[in-house]
């Protein structure tokens, strides 16, 4: 135990900041590794007259940071800010990240992510850490916000219920009830995507090691959660944003359930209501779809909606 001082310290704590590059190779992978098809030439293919980085990307830059070289996972984002009590083990909550402005295909020097910490919720299983994070140009011009969440399980600070949080991503609207998804994408993870996956920059073994997913108590191999929110991403805006990256400004999820490596997946959405900015508000689940097992839950999307004859 770690006391209700040390605790509401990390509420707050900013990391220093760390730098972060990509270029049009990285964004190339990041594709491959959220499962682009043949045809999706406009976020695979360098010279399509339409190339643009896929929105999410941004999400694997804590992981990757300013390396081309492959990095041990838990060196970087395994770090625990000051005063985190120890765990038995941290799984990914809930991410979101809205687009402030569009990527560049490649980063050039001086490009940093900072993060802070905004939340501190404990309960009987352990603890759950919030952060803000933000994508920043050499001018410190804020390219993308995040909000992320980790589940440290075990972790005890007061062994009571410890709960201060001073910031998180927009709520999303529920799923109505009374009426079908205005739209359905089907798509299947590979056997190999999380091989392709990890070459992103997490390379955590349990997405390549199938003793260490037994030992987890996963069967084998699962699939990076970040790698099923890229299939989201994509679902959306090839559904909604008529195959155009630059229409997606907002995507949040929770990770509800595991993925295997070949699983199929489906994505239902809804419109909701107008977003900022010319946008629509879309609110959204992605489920294994042999099982009908929600592994992305609680979704909310900002995107721009494709005129009928503007879709590809
Ligand atoms: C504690 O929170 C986590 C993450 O939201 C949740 O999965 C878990 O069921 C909660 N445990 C209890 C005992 O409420
Ligand atoms: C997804 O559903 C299929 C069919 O029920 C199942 O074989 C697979 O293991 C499920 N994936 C996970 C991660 O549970
Ligand atoms: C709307 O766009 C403006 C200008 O690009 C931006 O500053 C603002 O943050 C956007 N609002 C939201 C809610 O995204």
Do not use: C
């Not at 120890?86 to 402005?101: C, D, P, R, Y």
């Amino acid at each position: 135990m770690v006391g209700t001082t040390g605790v509401s310290k990390i509420v707050g704590y900013e990391q220093p900041p760390s730098p972060v590059s990509w270029n049009k190779r990285d964004l190339l992978i990041y594709a491959v590794g959220i499962g682009a098809k043949a045809d999706d030439l406009n976020i695979v293919y360098e010279l399509d007259k339409s190339f643009a980085a896929m929105p999410t990307y941004p999400v694997v830059l804590p992981f990757k940071g300013d390396s081309q070289e492959l990095n041990l996972f838990a060196a970087r984002v395994g770090k625990p800010p000051p005063g985190m009590p120890k765990s038995n083990v941290a799984v990914h909550g809930s991410q979101s990240i809205e687009i402030l402005k569009d990527l560049p295909l490649a980063s050039g020097p001086g490009w940093t992510w900072s993060t802070k910490y905004t939340g501190v919720v404990e309960n009987k299983s352990g603890i759950i850490l919030t952060s803000e994070s933000a994508l920043l140009d050499p001018k410190k011009v804020p390219y993308a916000r995040l909000f992320s969440s980790s589940f440290h399980i075990g972790a005890k600070a007061t062994g009571d219920k410890f709960s201060k949080v001073i910031a998180g991503p927009p709520q999303g609207k529920p799923i109505p009830k009374d009426r079908k998804p205005d739209w359905s994408v089907q798509d299947k993870t590979s056997l190999e995507q999380a091989l392709v996956f990890r070459l992103s920059g997490d390379y955590n073994l349990l997405h390549i090691d199938p003793e260490i997913g037994k030992r987890g108590g996963f069967g084998g191999v699962i699939l990076h959660g970040l790698s099923t929110f890229g299939f989201g991403a994509r679902a959306l805006i090839k559904a909604i944003g008529g195959g155009d990256p630059r229409s997606l400004k907002l995507f949040g999820v929770r990770f509800t359930a595991p993925v295997k490596p070949g699983d199929a997946l489906e994505t239902e959405a809804w419109e909701v209501g107008p977003g900022p900015n010319g946008t629509i508000e879309v609110a959204f689940v992605t489920k294994n779809l042999t099982s009908g097992k929600v592994v992305l839950g609680g979704g909310i999307a900002y995107i721009k909606k494709a005129s009928p004859q503007a879709k590809l």
